[in-house]
């Protein structure tokens, strides 16, 4: 059985979750399946069993896969810090941080670490579904290419091109994108899915026609808009969308330039009595917020500047004054404090800068971060759950002797004398029900202790039944191209 690989006409056309499908499919036919990505750019990172980075996406299709995410699975993730520097990580760990315009030069050197790891993937499953990034019309970044057609050609990979027609123009999508590649490159797309229809499909079939017969590619169906997909983590953040449900509870997440790992949004935006907005700059804090949630960053002192900057730290002084919540996660942690001391210029000019002064603590930022998956537990109500850290940077101060948490009997996070503001390095503390439960109603709403993760798994089941009705899945997945 061949790796195969899916690109897409474009960012956000659909890849990440149509692969989480395809993998689901295949793991219900009782192939051993996996996931992978050569290169992926995005701040929502997840840990895997190794204690190494990977995207979101790739974690997200394990899951579907039903196996543990590993770090070979995408083994070069960027990190964009700013509009000018990006931390590479290699194989799970922090390799370098580059000038973003020198990317071109480095990338031929991890094509070997790439390859190494999609062949102890291969060696391990059955099926490798891959995953690119972008477009590989986008010719121009085609020289040493790891993301797209430059890795299919290495790893001798058939392609199966994925379009959005949500977005319209799909025809010029399919139809450009087999003008501006190279002949090797378009003979190895094998065919061609088209994403995200709303409507007739009847009204479509001229048009999908006509791009079987200009590129002489197969057409492997049509897939109708999935309504629950809002039901999946989102990889990065085109992905993140307020969920407004009138007369619930209301939960504020500021939007910050910088927010990484913000996969803490998804099981609370899942509660039926939850109505969650993210705001965007220019938008104050509403009177009516139960709660604000300032979530991880991956540059926390400029995400500390933005939040100034719009007049943010005056509203979480009048949402506190209401008598409300505040809960910091990593980075937001850190922004909660007397300081963040970055002296040493780990995220750019070395500099100490003023915080919130919402808690009586210090960050103290130090060049080794910290990438573990633990098992820690409540300290208020004693509930065990399993999260993730990965930040640099260490916290102390007095409001520390009042923890959110232990891991291993030591003490994590940081708590108000009133306890409405809390502060924590820890992902992940939302999927487990019974805390997400207590949480919510301890700010004041009754919620449903709804399974979140159950939750997941019926959802990818019931994309999985919508591919087989509308692919030729057995195509996709049995075909020797």
């Not at 060696?123 to 299919?152: Q, T």
């Not at 799909?170 to 994403?195: H, P, Y």
């Not at 930040?391 to 007095?398: D, F, K, M």
């Not at 409405?420 to 029900?433: A, C, D, E, P, S």
Request: glycine share 8%; aromatic share 8%; charged share 25%.
């Amino acid at each position: 059985m061949p790796s195969i690989m899916f690109q897409g006409t474009g960012s956000n056309v659909g890849k990440s979750i149509l692969v989480a499908g395809l993998c689901r499919c295949a793991k219900r036919r009782g192939i051993s399946v996996a996931p992978f990505k050569p290169q992926n750019m995005s701040n929502n990172a997840a840990v895997t069993k190794d204690n190494g980075e990977i995207g979101r996406a790739q974690a997200f299709q394990a899951f579907a896969c039903g196996i543990e995410p590993l770090s070979e699975m995408n083994p070069v993730l960027l990190k964009p810090e700013d509009n000018s520097r990006t931390q590479i990580i290699l194989n799970g760990s922090y390799l370098k941080t580059i000038n973003s315009k020198d990317y071109s030069k480095v990338k031929r050197d991890l094509i070997k670490h790439v390859f190494d790891s999609f062949n102890y993937i291969k060696k391990k499953y059955e099926l490798v579904l891959v995953e690119g990034a972008g477009s590989p019309a986008e010719i121009n970044l085609r020289k040493d290419d790891i993301a797209n057609m430059g890795f299919a050609e290495y790893a001798n990979l058939p392609v199966i091109l994925i379009a959005d027609i949500e977005r319209g123009g799909v025809i010029a999508q399919i139809v450009g994108t087999k003008e501006v590649l190279s002949k090797s490159d378009s003979d190895r797309i094998k065919g061609f899915i088209i994403n995200k229809f709303r409507g007739n499909q009847k009204l479509f079939e001229d048009g999908y026609n006509y791009i079987i017969e200009k590129t002489s590619w197969f057409g492997f169906g049509v897939m109708p808009w999935f309504n629950n997909y809002l039901k999946f983590p989102a990889e990065d953040t085109l992905g993140i969308a307020s969920n407004i449900r009138p007369n619930k509870l209301k939960i504020v997440c500021l939007n910050i330039p910088r927010i990484s790992n913000f996969d803490d949004l998804d099981p609370i935006s899942q509660e039926p009595n939850v109505s969650l907005l993210m705001l965007e700059k220019g938008q104050p804090i509403p009177g009516d917020s139960h709660l604000v949630i300032i979530p991880g960053s991956k540059s926390t002192i400029s995400d500390l500047n933005f939040i100034k900057s719009q007049g943010w730290d005056i509203d979480l002084k009048a949402h506190l004054n209401r008598g409300k919540y505040i809960l910091g996660i990593c980075g937001g942690f850190q922004m909660l404090g007397e300081y963040v001391d970055d002296s040493s210029g780990l995220e750019g000019l070395p500099i100490i800068t003023e915080g919130l002064s919402l808690l009586n603590i210090k960050t103290k930022m130090l060049p080794q971060k910290k990438i573990r998956k633990v098992n820690a537990k409540h300290i208020e109500t004693d509930i065990p759950f399993q999260g993730y850290e990965i930040h640099i940077g260490e916290t102390y101060g007095s409001d520390c002797e009042r923890p959110f948490a232990s891991i291993s009997g030591k003490k994590e996070g940081a708590t108000s004398k009133d306890g409405r503001v809390i502060g924590t390095y820890l992902h992940g503390m939302f999927v487990n029900n019974d805390f997400r439960k207590w949480f919510l109603e301890n700010i004041g709403f009754k919620v449903t202790n709804k399974n979140y993760t159950s939750t997941l798994e019926k959802t990818l089941d019931e994309l999985a039944d919508s591919l087989e009705e509308n692919l030729n899945i057995n195509k996709i997945l049995n075909d020797q191209y």
